[in-house]
Each structure stands twice: as structure tokens, then as C-alpha cells.
């Protein structure tokens, strides 16, 4: 079956590391993106990708990192300059940006040690 | 920032009755999405309507836009407890930039 899987589910961070969380997409779509959610609030983007090596910052994009070597692949990496990262990540992607609907990868949840 | 407001922010009906959701927007858009949330997972698509159609129907639901008052309503009709969750909508404004609002918790009661 397509869809979007992200890894790991679960994920904590110490003071002063970089943790990487994982997206990978089967759906063949040119577009994805990593949103934050934090509780009792909508998503917030964070960066996104219109094709391979290729993607823009988005609304907080400030102490994120992300690349897009491979059409289904947009890791994000949280640094040690983001000081406030316990949230749940959601990754998505589309055909077209924006204009068909995302699907939606089922999460992680960062927290710190 | 947030574009889409919803409201009302939690609603808890019993099964068998309407849900009413309603999104507010503060520019133009090209199309609203509505997504839904289930606790602990991801989002997911349950329609999309475009700046110049005015309702659209998918099953249980039932999405209205007024562009005027730039307001979109989510109806499901005939709920059930499985439709328990967050649900959320999402404008994709003329900059091609997309906002979800803070979403609505709806909670059926069997």
C-alpha cells in the first residue's frame, strides 16, 4: 500500500544533541512537508520541498534542518539551537504543492531528557 | 500564522446526531481543505472545495463555503462514536501559502 511512513514514533533528546526524525514516501509525489503540533493547537510549517534538492523555510523554520537528496526521503533534524522542540511532528506530501490534498505520515512525538 | 479559525473549538453530541463545524478565514483563498485527526495520529484528507463552488458532499459530509463572509461549514450527519476526533481546515490562500487552523475536538457519545 502507498503512503507516508515516519520513524521513529517516539524520540528523545538530550541537551545539546541533534536528533533526526525520518519521512519516506512511496506515493511518487513531488512535494512534502514537516509541520510541528503542539498541544491543542493546528500545524505549523516548518520547511517543505517542491522536488529534490530543492526546499524552502517555512513559518518556524528557525532551529530546523532538513534535505532532499531523494524524491522519497525529507529528513528533518531538530538542533541544539532549537530550544523549545517537544512536540508532535507531522511529515506530509502532495502531487502538487498545495493545491491537492496532503497525506499525512501518522508522526513523532519528541520529547526532552 | 494561523489562518483558519475554527469554531466552535469542542463539541460533544450524542450518536445519531448532526455535528456542525465552522472555519473563518481572513483572505482570499484559492480552496479550503477539512481534514480530520485522530488522537496520536496523523492527519487525514476528507475534502477539498474550491474558492468558486459553494457546498460539496462526501458521504456523511457536507462542506458550504461563503466566500463573502469567508466562512466554510463542516456538517456529518448522523454521527457516529467513530467519528470522535480533531478536525481541522486549511485554506491555500493567493501567495500559494496553506494555514491550518487550531481545530475542533468533536466528541460522540455512544
Known amino acids: 500500500d502507498g503512503g507516508i511512513t515516519q520513524s521513529p514514533k517516539y524520540l528523545f533528546r538530550k541537551e545539546g544533541q541533534n536528533v533526526t526524525l525520518s519521512c519516506e514516501q512511496n506515493?511518487?509525489?513531488?512535494?512534502m512537508y514537516w509541520y510541528r503540533q503542539d498541544p491543542g493547537q493546528g500545524l505549523r510549517l516548518i520547511y517543505y520541498?517542491?522536488?529534490?534538492?530543492?526546499?524552502q523555510k517555512g513559518d518556524i523554520a528557525e532551529g530546523y534542518s532538513v534535505s532532499r537528496e531523494k524524491k522519497e526521503s525529507f529528513p528533518l533534524t531538530v538542533t541544539s539551537a532549537q530550544k523549545n522542540p517537544t512536540a508532535f511532528y507531522l511529515c506530509?506530501?502532495?502531487?502538487?504543492?498545495?493545491?491537492?490534498?496532503?497525506?499525512f505520515g501518522d508522526g513523532t512525538r519528541l520529547s526532552i531528557l | 500564522s494561523q489562518q483558519g479559525e475554527e469554531d466552535p473549538q469542542a463539541l460533544s453530541i450524542q450518536e445519531g446526531e448532526n455535528a456542525t463545524m465552522n472555519c473563518s478565514y481572513k483572505?482570499?483563498?484559492?480552496?479550503l481543505q477539512w481534514y480530520r485527526q485522530n488522537s496520536g495520529r496523523g492527519l487525514v484528507h476528507l475534502i477539498l472545495?474550491?474558492?468558486?463552488?459553494r457546498e460539496k458532499h462526501s458521504g456523511r459530509l457536507r462542506v458550504t463555503l461563503d466566500t463573502s463572509k469567508k466562512s466554510s461549514s463542516l456538517l456529518i450527519t448522523a454521527s457516529r462514536a467513530a467519528d470522535t476526533a480533531s478536525y481541522f481546515c486549511?485554506?491555500?490562500?493567493?501567495?500559494?501559502?496553506?494555514?491550518f487552523g487550531a481545530g475542533t475536538r468533536l466528541t460522540v457519545k455512544p
Open positions: 472545495i474550491r474558492s468558486n463552488e
Open positions: 483572505t482570499s483563498i484559492n480552496n
Open positions: 486549511a485554506t491555500d490562500d493567493n501567495n500559494n501559502d496553506m494555514r
Open positions: 520541498s517542491q522536488i529534490v534538492n530543492d526546499f
Open positions: 506515493l511518487n509525489h513531488d512535494a
Open positions: 506530509a506530501s502532495s502531487g502538487v504543492r498545495w493545491v491537492q490534498p496532503q497525506h
